[in-house]
């Protein structure tokens, strides 16, 4: 029997997400793992959200092949929490996922997340 994930402090699940994890077959600790260790990061379809994808089921033998992958798409945004004076303060981002989804075989590449030009030059210039 499925039983929709809660929400905590870091995670907020939709409906929509529970309903396509119970088609899916895919658990919220499996949701979990794909959205702190993702193979590939893109923009998200829908406006300001990130879709992050991990390789389902890899090719006996073969390092760069896979059969399918697991896909996440999930918002980020900031929770804010009031003291006894009425102050707010930012307490941290929170991710809201909205879909999961299997793909069967390998997806194209589409749009990267765009990282800034500073930082990238920054993480070039570091030795290793």
Not at 4 to 14: F, S
Not at 80 to 98: A, D, L, R, Y
């Amino acid at each position: 029997m499925f039983k929709m994930p809660k929400n905590d402090a870091k995670y907020n699940w939709t409906n929509h997400v529970g309903g396509k994890m119970l088609y899916y077959g895919l658990s919220p600790d499996r949701v979990k793992r794909v959205i702190r260790s993702p193979h590939r990061s893109e923009k998200g379809i829908a406006p300001d959200t990130i879709a992050v994808m991990q390789i389902g089921k890899p090719v006996l033998g073969k390092l760069r092949e896979w059969k399918e992958e697991i896909w996440v798409m999930y918002a980020t945004k900031k929770i804010k929490k009031s003291n006894i004076k009425n102050q707010n303060f930012e307490v941290g981002p929170k991710k809201v996922i909205i879909t999961a989804w299997r793909y069967p075989g390998k997806s194209p590449i589409r749009e990267a997340i765009p990282i800034p030009n500073d930082i990238l030059e920054e993480l070039k210039s570091i030795k290793y």
